[in-house]
């Protein structure tokens, strides 16, 4: 065996296990081992420790050879190979890194950590065939990964309060649900119908509340973590459809958006859906989809051009100039039945009512393009957004870089499978950002939330493309195995930190991040002390009103100024008055005007948050002096 050392691999060895001998006896005597400072301790360490790494190599290499039925020359080599990581502890003496606080212990712990993790995908090594066919089935690998993504985001399901937009449509699900205004005639709607009938749906079936709300969006979530799993299965391979949906499925982005009530995570599945539809030659389906999605929010009609880009592919692989046209009418005929009811529901049926497009308009402010000065700064906006999709600077960095090399790739080598999917997926990326540059609307997170999961296949087309360079067959089998191993270790812990920041509402995206904390607390108070018909004034908080005291027998009195307030309170001298100011809102100015015309503000209650600052406080306005 010393013979066969000798020959298959002791250099690769002898290096690392000098490295690491010299570092750890350096790291001994910077914590105090006097003897280690005279030059022959130094020395004699030093090989102790490399003589005790070259004795364990071929021992290891034995009994794993012995216990997978391996040749020992080639265990000797393969695990010599599994040393390299241990050059990593070098880094130690460079003087800016030797300063770094625990930087020792951490060059340690990640070259034995790379270390093992080599030794475990050469261990498996014999077995890949056994494991390839394992997670060639569906419930292997997307179950898992749909389990996780369900538990990280059902556990942020009561994590906020509603923010306002999610207020109103909850309220408007609520009209729906109860019966009191099916087709919401008496209410200014600014979207088109889709997502508040699902919220009657489910209100209806559960009843209503916060996490019930919250359901369709959780659902749509892992809907499109599964739809991406699927695309990318279809235009690449199982490789890339497991790290593309383990991207989006611990993606920031999409942890944070999927316990919300916005109306973009179920639009995102639904063009995902459409996607994937025309890809499979379904183009009726297809463009019920795109319909579908277009009608929750119409920023789903950006999908339009990928749609058929996938549908066009479909024909390609089929006899397109016989299936051309049914296509086209059977993807219109979809795509036109939706917008048809949409139409029908609108114009008809809530005759007499703004219609949700000009309502729409007129709440953005207009739909035309922003200034062109206004081009590089809303874009500088939208890509500080985006950094949150993986949430790591390190994948950041890597998508930067990876995808114009994975493009030069697909240029390079165009027979290689899915080179022109990669063009059309990163060109769409392009062209969404465009759009959301060129077009006014405002820089909000939501509004890019439809690109995660672009941006997911994009980012596991770059990760794995070593492994498309690398030659295939049985000589390097052992080079693609080690790297997917020390692939799904930096994966590990490129994700991991993320994904828990995420879980704790950590980036500044998504939900209400606490502003709203306590509003629950409101309602009770005023349900259980407020009479009948008393008057409640608000300014920010009307939506929430409308959902938390849904049904309640208040007058809710917007009022424009500290004036109007004075005025109505000696209009109804003999009402119960009620005002909340949120922390972001001072009292001060309309206690004054108020205390000039004889009432004042007394405080009945008050909400805070878990970190025990105040969030709510509630007010009664009563004639002064009589408290």
């Not at 570092?23 to 914590?31: A, D, I, K, Q, Y």
């Not at 030797?98 to 950590?113: C, D, E, F, P, Y």
């Not at 649900?177 to 997502?195: I, M, Q, T, Y």
Request: hydrophobic content about 50%.
């Amino acid at each position: 065996m010393g013979i066969a050392a000798r020959r298959y691999g002791a250099p690769l060895v002898l290096l690392p296990a000098v490295t690491l001998a010299v570092f750890l006896t350096e790291l001994l005597r910077r914590h105090g081992y006097g003897s280690l400072r005279h030059p022959l301790g130094f020395a004699a360490a030093v090989l102790l420790l490399a003589a005790a790494v070259m004795a364990e190599w071929p021992l290891y290499a034995a009994l794993w050879a012995r216990a997978a039925r391996f040749g020992l020359e080639q265990a000797l080599r393969l695990d010599g190979l599994c040393h390299l990581p241990l050059l990593l502890p070098a880094v130690y003496f460079v003087p800016p890194v030797a300063q770094v606080r625990n930087i020792g212990t951490l060059l340690l712990a990640s070259a034995l950590g790379l270390m093992l993790g080599l030794r475990a995908s050469a261990a498996i090594y014999p077995y890949r065939g056994r494991l390839g066919a394992c997670f060639s089935r569906r419930l292997t690998t997307l179950g898992p990964i749909l389990a996780v993504a369900l538990l990280l985001r059902v556990s942020l399901i009561a994590a906020n309060r509603f923010y306002v937009d999610e207020a109103l449509y909850s309220h408007w699900g609520l009209l729906i649900a109860s019966g009191r205004d099916l087709f919401l005639r008496s209410e200014l709607v600014d979207k088109p119908p889709v997502f508040f009938y699902i919220l009657a749906l489910f209100f209806k079936l559960f009843g209503p509340g916060e996490a019930v709300a919250r359901l369709p969006n959780i659902i749509a979530s892992l809907a499109g973590i599964a739809i991406v799993y699927e695309m990318a299965l279809d235009l690449f391979n199982r490789r890339t459809a497991t790290l593309a949906a383990l991207f989006l499925a611990l993606s920031p982005y999409d942890i944070q958006f999927a316990p919300t009530v916005f109306v973009d995570p179920l639009m995102t599945a639904l063009a995902l859906g459409a996607c994937l539809l025309a890809l499979r030659g379904r183009y009726s389906w297809s463009g019920l989809a795109l319909g579908l999605a277009i009608m929750t929010k119409p920023q789903g009609a950006v999908f339009l051009p990928l749609t058929l880009l996938f549908a066009g592919e479909s024909l390609r692989r089929e006899r397109w100039r016989r299936k051309l046209l049914p296509a086209v009418l059977g993807f219109a005929g979809g795509l036109g039945a939706v917008i048809g009811a949409d139409l029908v529901w609108d114009l008809v049926i809530r005759r007499g009512s703004t219609t949700w497009m000009r309502a729409g308009v007129v709440h953005y402010g207009g739909m035309g393009l922003a200034s062109p000065a206004r081009f590089l700064p809303r874009l500088q906006g939208w890509l500080a957004l985006a950094q949150y999709f993986t949430g790591s600077p390190v994948l950041n960095g890597l998508l930067l870089l990876g995808v114009p090399c994975l493009l030069a790739c697909a240029l390079w080598r165009r027979l290689r499978p899915g080179w022109a999917a990669d063009w059309a997926l990163a060109l769409f990326g392009v062209f969404f950002l465009a759009v959301h540059t060129v077009l006014g609307l405002q820089v909000w997170d939501r509004y890019i939330l439809s690109l995660a999961p672009i941006v997911a296949i994009l980012l596991a087309r770059v990760v794995l493309l070593p492994l498309d360079l690398l030659p295939k067959g049985e000589p390097v089998a052992w080079l693609r195995m080690g790297y997917g191993t020390l692939l799904a270790l930096f994966l590990a812990v490129a994700l991991a930190l993320p994904a828990h920041t995420a879980q704790r509402y950590g980036f500044p995206i998504g939900g209400d991040h606490g502003a709203y904390q306590g509003i629950e607390q409101v309602a009770a108070y005023l349900k259980g002390n407020a009479p009948a018909h008393a008057i409640i004034y608000h300014q920010d908080l009307g939506w929430h009103y409308s959902y938390y005291l849904f049904g309640q027998p208040f007058d809710f009195y917007y009022y424009p100024s500290d004036r109007f307030v004075l005025d109505t309170a000696n209009q109804f001298p003999q009402v119960e008055k009620y005002i909340v100011f949120p922390d972001w809102r001072s009292p001060a100015s309309l206690q004054t005007l108020l205390q000039q015309g004889g009432w004042e503000l007394h405080e009945v209650y008050r909400t805070y948050r878990p970190d025990g600052s105040v969030s709510f406080t509630v007010y009664r306005i009563e004639r002064a002096g009589s408290s």
